[in-house]
């Protein structure tokens, strides 16, 4: 009789959610549909704007003067409400592991406006990032008014997440996977029916307004034949090496814009790539914004090797330009964007050299976005569905899943961390260094062979309060850690305390350190 009652009691606890995610879906593709249509018609706009200018050259001053405007009008929001910067993939990231707390109306409407005037100008920001900040925005608002415990919550806000994924893409399994496998980190049955049901419903309502043309429509792609998978091998390589060459400059880009230009305060640092923007829409106005519309043309028109070259160096260069200053939006569909244009170079070299059938360059522009995303953002599941939900082709999914692996691979073996893992890591560094006192004191500490935490991860490491992590020293090298870096023996261990607990955290260092063996004897 109890089990009956508690499988009914469980049940109802699956469908309630189900429903609340519901709920979440309409509210979202209502929400993230208007912003993706404002960011298209938007960029429209812009594009015109800059062809009138070739005519009249006074149309120059004009746009140059309304970016300025919009620039200080988004760095007025970004002062207000600092978290509406960047993609917010890693604020959400943060929320649901319990490091932050935001004001979910004062996130969603200054997101909205500002990513719609940001990403709509021509930057080349993507549109997921913010839907995905907006989807829990929403999901957070829905757990206010029906949800008590901090777990629903939490369900609720990555529910809100994966359906602003989805609604951008038009991709809900993908949506729903990249919750699990790179935000939430959690595979609860709670949270992967609230994902899928809002990911669903949020899909449905965004392709009423869109729709049912995939994303990344690129016409038919042939299977490639088992000969010619040594190519994958190859380009995954490069796709590694690359993505890791990405990850490495993101990263730095905020530091960089800290450095040279530390007398602009840092919510207006948005002016730098939008005045830079003029001479990129004047020259490159087909080039501008996210990327969907370059990687739906380029099989096409099969531009030159060294067209797509210099087209790899532009967006490279001015995505990091843009994401660097901290101004709203993301990088998923830049990456994307970078991933076709090198499947399209490697393939195109491949062709000239008579070792690849032009028939299939479409097909490594299709493998290279996943395994470029795949190496990037170290989510190789995510990278294949989406992808495989954007082209809207489900037989490629094992060329898919072989380029996405050795990518993950060749960025593991250099270092890389998940990139959303390292954006949310720096967010937490500067949060902390705002908690310990301007009277610091650096404590160092050597791993020894037989310490309980040789071998294990940062993240793993229960850290004393107040304390950084700030390096780890391994021979005349020190090296910034991330959450994935692992503890080895020799290691020296540089710790940032206050200097007023630094022999409470001595203590508590050395009792974290203690040999194994010691920790068996009690």
Not at 101 to 106: L, V
Not at 212 to 219: A, C, F, K, N
Not at 294 to 318: A, D, E, K, Y
Not at 473 to 478: A, I, L, P, Q
């Amino acid at each position: 009789m109890d089990k009956t009652k508690r499988k009914v009691n469980v049940n109802s606890a699956h469908l309630t959610y189900i429903l609340k995610g519901v709920l979440i879906g309409i509210l979202t593709g209502a929400v993230v549909g208007a912003f993706r249509w404002l960011i298209e018609k938007s960029l429209l706009v812009w594009q015109h704007a800059y062809h009138l200018a070739h005519t009249q050259p006074l149309y120059l001053a004009l746009i140059f003067v309304i970016l300025m405007l919009l620039g200080l009008l988004v760095g007025k929001l970004v002062t207000q409400q600092p978290h509406i910067a960047g993609s917010g993939i890693p604020e959400i990231e943060g929320q649901l592991a319990g490091k932050f707390t935001f004001q979910w109306w004062a996130i969603l409407w200054r997101k909205f406006v500002a990513g719609v005037l940001m990403i709509g100008s021509g930057l080349f920001l993507g549109r997921e990032g913010p839907s995905i900040q907006l989807g829990g925005a929403i999901g957070q608002g829905v757990a206010g008014l029906t949800e008590d415990s901090r777990r629903g919550q939490r369900v609720l806000i990555a529910s809100g997440a994966a359906a602003g994924l989805s609604a951008a893409f038009n991709a809900p399994i993908a949506g729903t996977l990249f919750i699990l496998e790179e935000v939430y980190h959690n595979f609860s049955p709670l949270v992967w029916m609230g994902a899928l049901s809002a990911s669903i419903t949020a899909d449905v309502v965004s392709m009423k307004v869109f729709g049912l043309i995939t994303v990344l429509h690129v016409g038919s792609v042939p299977g490639l034949p088992l000969k010619y998978y040594w190519h994958l091998l190859v380009l995954g390589a490069l796709l590694g090496l690359l993505g890791y060459c990405y990850q490495w400059v993101l990263l730095h880009s905020s530091v960089w814009y800290q450095r040279f230009f530390d007398r602009i305060p840092r919510a207006f640092h948005g002016l730098i790539p939008l005045a830079l923007l003029l001479p990129v829409g004047y020259f490159f106005s087909d080039f501008l914004g996210g990327g969907n519309g370059i990687i739906i043309r380029m099989p096409q028109l099969l531009p030159s090797v060294g067209m797509l070259v210099l087209l790899f160096i532009l967006r490279f260069v001015f995505s990091m330009v843009s994401y660097g200053s901290g101004l709203p939006g993301g990088i998923f569909l830049p990456i994307l964007t970078l991933g076709a244009v090198i499947g399209m170079i490697y393939g195109t070299i491949a062709s000239k050299l008579g070792v690849l059938p032009s028939q299939y360059l479409v097909d490594f522009l299709v493998f290279a976005m996943a395994g470029y995303f795949a190496g990037i953002g170290k989510a190789p599941f995510t990278a294949i569905l989406l992808v495989t939900e954007m082209v809207g082709s489900l037989q490629h999914l094992v060329p898919l899943a072989l380029t996405s692996l050795v990518a993950y691979i060749v960025v593991d073996l250099l270092g890389g961390a998940p990139i959303y893992e390292s954006l949310l890591d720096r967010m937490t560094v500067n949060k902390k260094l705002k908690v310990i006192s301007g009277k610091n004191e650096q404590l160092e500490f050597p791993v020894f062979d037989d310490s309980r935490y040789v071998g294990q991860q940062v993240r793993d490491i229960h850290w004393p309060k107040h304390t950084l992590l700030v390096g780890i020293r391994r021979g005349e090298k020190t090296a910034i850690p991330s959450g994935d870096t692992l503890v080895r023996a020799g290691d020296t261990l540089l710790i940032l305390t206050d200097r007023n607990l630094s022999l409470s955290v001595r203590e508590q260092l050395r009792e974290l350190n203690e040999p194994l063996e010691n920790e068996n004897d009690n």
